[in-house]
Structures are given as C-alpha cells and as structure tokens.
C-alpha cells in the first residue's frame, strides 16, 4: 500500500469519526430540545392544576407557570433544533465524502486524486463551519444578527 492508498484510509476514517460524533452530537440536541418541550408542557398543566385544584400560595403557583415561558426562552437563544439539524447535515456531508474518498482509492490512488480529496475535505469543513457561525452562533444586537 503506498502513501496516497494510506492517505485516503485515513481521510475515509477521519470522515466516518465525524460522521459518528455527529450523529451522537446530533441526537443529544434533540434530546435536549424534546426535554425543554415536555417540561414546558408539564409546567403548564402542573400550574393549571395547582391554580384550580389545589391550596397553593400564589407565588408557588407563579413560579410554575413561569417555568414553560424559560424552557421557551432557553430553546429559543440555545437553537437546539437548529444545532440538531447542522449536526445531522455535517454527518451526512461526511458520509459522502467518505464514500467519494472510498471510490478515489478503489479507481487507484495517486498524488492527483489526494489533492482532490484533500480540497473536498477542506471545502466541506470550511462550509460547515461557515454554516454554524451564520445559523448557530449566539448575535446579542440586532445589527449582527441580520447581517
């Protein structure tokens, strides 16, 4: 096996590590973004239930129904979903290029199918990375986030 051969292995690897890690990164953002979802829907109702049956001071109760509106507000600035999907994108984009990259060993490798690989790689990680800062990133005035 020459160096091309070994370069290619290691670039198929390195995109099926990131395709997995993406995956995982991927499913733990939805997880995260379903549990705010559930405990707004139970803060809701718990504090509908404490209002009509129950003998609760009226601050407890307020603390309760205030919990759906933070679940909201944290859901919303952390873009859970948001994070989920670019994650799910990413995976997909390296499956891809690993695939692409398995093909380019198959056909036989050479110095010129190793360049090629090489800028796939690096345009796809410059996109994904571009992707995240425009979506994913936190803009605290509103002049940034619209630009």
């Not at 995976?91 to 891809?96: G, Y």
């Not at 290029?97 to 800028?119: K, Q, V, W």
Request: glycine share 6%; with cysteine.
């Amino acid at each position: 096996m020459d160096t091309a051969d070994e370069a290619l292995n290691s670039l198929v690897s390195e995109c099926n590590s990131v395709a997995n890690k993406s995956t995982l990164h991927g499913r733990r953002y939805y997880f995260f973004s379903y549990l705010l979802m559930v405990l707004s829907v139970a803060g809701s109702i718990l504090a509908g239930g404490l209002a009509l049956w129950g003998e609760f001071d009226k601050a407890v109760i307020g603390t309760v129904a205030l919990l759906p509106a933070l679940a909201a507000t944290v859901a919303g600035q952390l873009r859970l979903v948001e994070k989920a999907n670019w994650h799910y994108r990413r995976r997909n984009r390296m499956r891809e290029l690993g695939r692409d990259f398995a093909l380019m060993r198959a056909r036989g490798a050479n110095l010129d199918t190793l360049e090629e690989a090489n800028r796939k790689m690096t345009m796809a990680e410059a996109r994904m990375e571009h992707e995240w800062v425009q979506t994913n990133s936190f803009h605290f005035d509103t002049d940034q986030a619209a630009s």
